[in-house]
């Protein structure tokens, strides 16, 4: 008997996602950055949330839209938010400076990343976090930023604005499989049915889009179903909620070869990972671990120094 419903991989999708097919983008709530750092730690090439968090698809289709046109952000769309800080209603309250022009060098850097790699990306992975959106002078920002709630307008985006905003995101990056995903984050100041409103809003319109699906959702509240699943929020999945959807998720769209390079990749970041006593022997260690794994696999050099430089390596 089984007491489980236990989510399976599809097998049709194998292949999608590869070492030498294109890096990945990912764009929405922080599900997709907690599924673009274990790609990350997989030495994948990803790119995830270049503006920050995103929930709702009209701002994430917004985003892709400026990221495919490269169309640098200007002065005039930043504001000077009550702690004194610079940041822009079109990003996460992550993007924020107290030096405007320096801000937007930053925005402006990401962007240029994001567009370039977008161009290059074999799929963009999307995750919908909420169908509410909050609107100021008729325009959808990906971020109240704190400002008082009268300001803005709230709304609940109808299941055929949905499936339109999904299918514009298609037609915007036209060389890149679209995967939609719904997150399991449960969003719960309105309280449990307005969350669940809101979910099954973005799941029709998914359906009635017709993108390919993850079932990302279903994974957490159908499959785990427990609390000991999620973290002391009760809110996100836990760390090993979040392994087991990537195990998932890797199984639906990898291939057998593309497996078996992510377990040697695996033992190069375990590596990196370890807190040595002896950081000079580590740091051999590390070095000879690298070489060898470019030596065996020569696509992933680059994605070999950007990891060890994000970690404050140095590949010899």
């Not at 009760?234 to 090993?240: F, R, T, V, Y």
Request: hydrophobic share 40%; glycine share 4%.
């Amino acid at each position: 008997m089984d007491f489980r419903t236990i989510i399976k991989p599809e097998s049709g999708h194998r292949g999608l996602i590869g070492y030498e097919r294109g890096p990945v983008v990912a764009l929405g709530s922080c599900f997709s950055d907690t599924i673009s750092r274990r790609l990350r730690d997989d030495l994948f090439e990803v790119v995830a949330n270049p503006t920050g968090t995103l929930y709702n698809p009209r701002s994430i289709a917004s985003t892709v839209e400026r990221i495919v046109s490269g169309r640098p952000y200007e002065a005039h769309e930043l504001f000077l938010t009550p702690s004194g800080r610079w940041s822009a209603l079109s990003h996460h309250s992550s993007f924020s400076d107290e030096d405007p022009h320096r801000l937007l060098d930053t925005m402006n850097r990401s962007l240029a990343r994001a567009h370039e790699t977008l161009r290059r990306a074999s799929v963009l992975f999307v995750t919908l976090g909420s169908a509410y959106t909050y609107e100021l002078d008729g325009e959808t920002v990906a971020n109240c930023h704190k400002l008082p709630a009268r300001i803005f307008r709230r709304t609940l985006m109808e299941t055929d604005e949905v499936v339109f905003t999904l299918r514009k995101i298609v037609d915007l990056v036209p060389e890149a499989r679209v995967i939609a995903t719904i997150s399991p984050i449960r969003h719960l100041a309105d309280g449990l049915h307005v969350n669940n409103v809101s979910k099954a809003t973005l799941m029709l319109g998914v359906e009635k889009s017709e993108v390919d699906y993850f079932p990302a959702y279903e994974a957490v509240v159908d499959d785990l179903r427990d609390y000991r699943f999620y973290a002391a929020d009760m809110k996100h999945p836990s760390e090993l909620a979040a392994d087991y959807v990537y195990d998932l998720f890797c199984e639906t769209y990898m291939d057998a070869a593309t497996l078996a390079v992510r377990e040697d990749c695996r033992r190069l970041t375990r590596l990196v990972s370890h807190r040595p006593a002896d950081p000079e022997a580590h740091m051999r260690l590390v070095g000879e671990a690298a070489d060898a794994l470019a030596k065996k696999y020569p696509f992933l050099s680059d994605n070999i120094n950007t990891y060890l430089n994000d970690n404050g390596l140095r590949c010899k």
